[in-house]
């Protein structure tokens, strides 16, 4: 081929024939465009092809929270500060929970959250009641753990727990006692202890006071931090009772029985218990899972 014929000019038929071929390919690919797309619309609209749903949105499960006092907590010391552990551990039993060991962590445990806690894969609800006293802290599932005991590792981010729940004025069937003798009456603790049960209050020891005190006045109460308001309550039952603070746990309080004892207060001279607000029952919320 010449020079001359590439650059020659395309002849009248030539260019008639080229204008024909492309209304053919338009005649044929544009209807084909169209009923394409009318197919899928009809397919649409007639339910052929419904496009996926969206997935739900994942929830929590909430379930009611098991109770407080029917596991163990141990609370272990990640800090390096020395009373950490016993810090906490102090603050769960305010909250009515069951301590257990009180230790320091493993040196080669480095816990920056303000607290880890540990927990065996049945006891899920467990580990999210302890979970809520402590802003901030994290979940471990430990495979092995068979226990229902669960572990809180505090660590550097520790700063404190929740407040505290409103105290409220315990009931009789809620104070547990011990009832001790000083007297040289014999039977006396026994005596007044059948008398505290019919009253509704829970008595574990009768016997002599084992630290062999003398009380000269009615009774003396003994309690501790936790049962100030259980003493209170107790000290209503016995006329011109004294009350003693001393270091034990719990809300467990001492009744010493003193030589001037006569009597209960007669139980229509109590005062009536306060009345309690309605509580919401407590709950965790199980976290969601996508599977």
């Known amino acids: 081929m010449t020079e001359q014929d590439l650059t020659q000019e395309p002849s009248p038929e030539e260019r008639r024939r080229k204008h024909r071929t492309r209304q053919i390919l338009i005649f044929v690919t544009l209807p084909g465009v169209l009923l394409g797309t009318a197919t899928v619309s009809a397919a649409y609209s007639q339910g052929w092809l419904t496009p ?21 907590v141990n609370v272990l010391n990640a800090t390096g500060r020395d009373g950490m552990a016993a810090t906490v551990a102090k603050g769960l039993s305010q909250r009515k929970f069951s301590v257990g060991g009180i230790s320091n962590a493993p040196e080669t445990w480095y816990v920056t959250q303000p607290a880890v806690i540990h927990y065996g894969p049945k006891f899920l609800d467990q580990a999210l009641l302890v979970q809520q006293q402590i802003p901030g802290s994290e979940l471990f599932q430990d495979d092995g753990r068979v226990s229902k005991s669960v ?21 009789p069937r809620e104070i547990t006692m011990n009832v001790y003798n000083t007297t ?62 001393d270091a034990r746990t719990g809300t467990k309080v001492d009744v010493v029985i003193g030589n001037a004892f006569t009597g209960l207060t007669p139980l229509a001279q109590v005062p009536a218990p306060a009345p309690r607000p309605k509580q919401a029952t407590p709950t965790v919320a199980r976290p969601c899972s996508d599977n």
């Open 52 to 72: 996926e749903p969206p997935k739900a949105a994942c929830s929590p499960q909430v379930v009611p929270a098991p109770k407080r006092s029917s596991f163990t």
């Open 184 to 245: 040289f009456r014999e039977g006396l603790a026994s005596t007044v202890a059948k008398e505290f049960k019919q009253r509704g209050f829970k008595v574990k020891e009768v016997s002599n006071d084992p630290l062999k005190t003398l009380q000269m006045g009615t009774a003396l109460i003994r309690y501790g931090e936790e049962g100030d308001l259980a003493a209170k309550i107790v000290a209503q039952h016995i006329p011109k009772a004294t009350l003693l603070k």
């Open 151 to 171: 572990d809180v590792v505090v660590g550097l981010g520790y700063k404190e727990m929740v407040p505290l729940p409103p105290r409220f004025d315990p009931l």
